[in-house]
């Protein structure tokens, strides 16, 4: 009996953790904005296009891939209630305690102080609705589960950014143009 206490109490720990997908960093995109304004070769353009983004707060919130291998990660907080997790961002500023929500249309990935809490599934190969005591050992491989519509999050390039869906981004009928699910590497922190 004492075993089964301790796990319990394992897996509804909260923790932190960053995310990784083809070696890039998860970021929210006004991270990865701010960090192109910070480069000595930026063309105009590409410096216009950022302060844009910037000045716009949902365009800011999305959550992508940083554009580089070596920039800072977005540390997120995972908070459990049961098998699932509302997942927040530990960060300072504007968007300090955000929550990651599914945008209703779009199906797009995004960070929002207002947002309702929505909750996220883990899945890893070796369990369904992993978690934590699933992935503190080390970098995991996972899909996350939007609970909203029980689907994993899929990649999505537009413009040379990466979004995260909660839908196929596949807009034709033929199967064979079907995505994977993103595979995210996950690094507990603490």
Same mark, same amino acid.
């Given at each position: 009996m004492g075993n089964v206490m301790s796990l319990a109490k394992t897996n509804n720990q909260t923790f932190t953790a960053h995310l990784y997908l083809d070696g890039?960093?998860?970021?929210? #995109?006004?991270?990865?904005?701010?960090?192109?304004?910070?480069?000595?070769?930026?063309? #105009?353009?590409?410096?216009?296009d950022a302060e844009v983004g910037l000045a716009d707060s949902r365009v800011a919130s999305f959550i992508t891939l940083a554009d580089h291998e070596d920039d800072a990660p977005l540390l997120l907080k995972f908070v459990p209630k049961g098998n699932e997790y509302a997942i927040s961002l530990e960060l300072a500023g504007v968007f300090e305690g955000a929550r990651l929500f599914i945008e209703d249309k779009t199906h797009n990935l995004l960070a929002g102080t207002r947002a309702p809490v929505q909750y996220f599934s883990i899945r890893t190969y070796a369990a369904p609705k992993a978690s934590f005591s699933d992935i503190e050992s080390g970098p995991v491989y996972l899909d996350l589960i939007s609970q909203q519509n029980?689907?994993?999050?899929?990649?999505?390039?537009?413009s040379g950014m990466s979004t995260f869906l909660n839908v196929d981004p596949n807009m034709t009928v033929h199967n064979a143009l079907n995505n994977k699910p993103a595979t995210f590497v996950i690094k507990v922190i603490k």
């Open positions: 890039r960093p998860v970021v929210l #995109n006004q991270q990865r904005l701010q960090q192109a304004l910070r480069d000595p070769r930026i063309t #105009n353009l590409e410096k216009l029980d689907k994993p999050l899929y990649r999505h390039m537009s």
